[in-house]
C-alpha cells in the first residue's frame, strides 16, 4: 500500500536525521536538534553578511539591522534583535546558547495601555567579549572589548573595557589582565566566578 506524500517525507526526513545523528556522535560526539544538524553554521552567517569565520546556529533569531564581525560564535537558541535601532557585535565574541540581545521594549507601551511607544535603542558588543550562557542584554546597553558576561545575567547598564558583570542586575565582579596567551581573569572577591 503506498503512503501519502507527507507521510513519505515525513519517514525521510526520520531517517535523515538518524543518519545525520550518527555521523555528528562518531564525529564530534554530540547530537543536535535537526535543522542545526543539517544546516551549515558558517554559511548561515555568510549569507547573513557577517564576518569570516563567524558561525550562527540555525535555532538562532535575528531581527532588524545585525552586524556581527570576524570570527565570532553564536550559539543555539540566541536571540540577536537589531529592530530598534541596530546591533553591532565585534571580532572574536563568543555568544552563548539561550543569549538574547533586544534593542527594544514594550514594557511602557504594555504598562501606558498602549499610548506610549516602544523604547528603541542600539547595542554595541566589543569585540574579544564572552557572554555567558542564558544572559539578557537589554535595549541601549554598550559592552566594551575584552569583557566578561557570566551565565544568566541581566545587563540593564554599559559595561566598560575589560570588565567581568555577573548578576541581576549585573554588577561588577572583576576585570579582565594581560591579553592574548597572558591573558586573565581577576575578581574581586574570593568566590566571584563569571
Known amino acids: 500500500m503506498m503512503s501519502d506524500p507527507i507521510t513519505h517525507l515525513a519517514l525521510e ?3 535523515l ?17 535537526f535543522a542545526d544538524a543539517q544546516f551549515d553554521r558558517w554559511e548561515r552567517a555568510k549569507a547573513l553578511g557577517f564576518g569570516d569565520k563567524t558561525s550562527i546556529y540555525d535555532s538562532s533569531f535575528i531581527f532588524g539591522d545585525v552586524k556581527v564581525g570576524f570570527e565570532t560564535w553564536i550559539g543555539p537558541f540566541t536571540l540577536l534583535d537589531g529592530s530598534g535601532g ?4 565585534g571580532d572574536h565574541c563568543s555568544i552563548s546558547a ?18 506610549q511607544t516602544a523604547r ?37 547598564r554599559d559595561v566598560p573595557d575589560g570588565t567581568i558583570v555577573g548578576g541581576t542586575p549585573a554588577r561588577t565582579l572583576g576585570h579582565v589582565e594581560g591579553e592574548g596567551a597572558d591573558a586573565r581573569l581577576v575578581f574581586s572577591r574570593q568566590g566571584d566566578r563569571a
Open 98 to 115: 539561550g543569549v538574547h540581545i533586544y534593542t527594544h521594549d514594550t514594557v511602557l507601551w504594555a504598562v501606558s495601555g498602549g499610548v
Open 17 to 33: 536525521k538518524e543518519q545525520r545523528d550518527a555521523e555528528l556522535l562518531a564525529t564530534y560526539n554530540r547530537s543536535l536538534p
Open 86 to 89: 541596530g546591533l553591532v557585535i
Open 120 to 156: 528603541k535603542s542600539a547595542v554595541k558588543i566589543g569585540s574579544n567579549t564572552y557572554i555567558g550562557a542564558q544572559s539578557v542584554i537589554v535595549a541601549g546597553v554598550t559592552i566594551g572589548e575584552r569583557c566578561v558576561i557570566a551565565a544568566n545575567s541581566l545587563v540593564n
Open 13 to 15: 526526513l526520520r531517517k
